[in-house]
């Protein structure tokens, strides 16, 4: 049993009624994989529709009433950018339109128009389309498999960290680029579930303390990372822009306050916070957690 193939949709905007059946003819007989979706007789007309309908195609007339086919034109491609245009001229003023919208040779077709031309300009912008949707296709499978891996990197980038692996800058920015962090940490807070995870608390529970710890930033222009190193325990990397050790600690355990109290309000469960020691350099990071 075959597979549906997509059908690509055309629209066709020309003030000449015979113009717009010729094209609905010739689509029809040589172009099964083309559909006529809508049809106009001036570019106010032509726009609306447009914008209405979302063509992959849009094939109009340079010369028409109440707004010509470049206006109409510009303006579907602000909103449709991927949509593919297709001029009409007549030959007299092929010359003019050539040069002033610097055309491609499927971008334009001189009237009168022959079919075997017609067939294998919409032929070029269905590939042109296809083009594009293979494009879009393989960007979504790459933002899906990042994302996907972007746990595993977090994973790893904080585990290697905490057990001292990491020992140069150079190193060190490169995993945490991979891993959505931009800065060193100044302290490392560790926040435990003090409730066991099973009955009564779901895993969603889990997930929602989770947003709660990272939605506590410290300051606005400094991320927090969060890490979620084994059930019911986050290791957290804080970023504290403070004068000395005892200065950090302090806004440390004011921010762990605000976080214990946001989790009992919303969850009802308890957490327990241990907030490490003042991190001098990456080396000092293990020590920290």
């Not at 067939?119 to 994302?147: D, H, P, W």
Request: net charge negative; glycine share 4%.
């Amino acid at each position: 049993m075959g597979h549906n193939k997509r059908k690509y949709s055309l629209m066709v905007v020309d003030d000449e009624a015979m113009v717009r059946r010729f094209v609905r003819y010739v689509v029809n007989k040589h172009l099964p994989e083309l559909e006529i979706i809508g049809e106009a007789a001036n570019g106010v007309e032509a726009v609306q529709k447009a914008l209405e309908y979302k063509p992959d195609i849009f094939l109009t007339d340079i010369r028409m009433p109440k707004m010509d086919g470049l206006d109409a034109a510009r303006r579907v491609i602000e909103v449709l950018p991927h949509t593919q245009v297709v001029f009409l001229t007549a030959y007299e003023e092929f010359d003019y339109a050539k040069e002033a919208l610097n055309l491609k040779a499927e971008e334009y077709l001189v009237k009168p128009i022959r079919p075997q031309n017609l067939i294998e300009v919409l032929q070029r912008c269905i590939s042109k389309v296809q083009q594009q949707g293979l494009y879009a296709t393989m960007l979504v499978t790459i933002n899906s498999l990042f994302a996907e891996s972007q746990g595993y990197l977090r994973a790893h980038f904080a585990e290697e960290l905490l057990q001292g692996n990491i020992d140069s800058k150079r190193q060190y920015f490169r995993m945490a680029s991979l891993a959505g962090y931009e800065t060193i940490p100044d302290l490392i807070a560790v926040v435990e579930i003090d409730d066991d995870i099973g009955d009564g608390n779901p895993l969603s529970c889990v997930a929602e303390i989770k947003t709660i710890i990272e939605d506590q930033q410290l300051s606005n222009d400094e991320k927090l990372f969060v890490y979620h190193q084994k059930p019911g325990t986050f290791v957290c990397f804080l970023k504290i822009r403070a004068s000395s050790e005892e200065a950090a600690v302090a806004m440390a355990k004011m921010w762990a306050s605000k976080i214990q109290t946001h989790i009992k309000a919303k969850t009802g469960m308890s957490v327990t916070i241990g907030i490490g020691s003042w991190v001098q350099e990456l080396t000092s990071v293990p020590m920290s957690y």
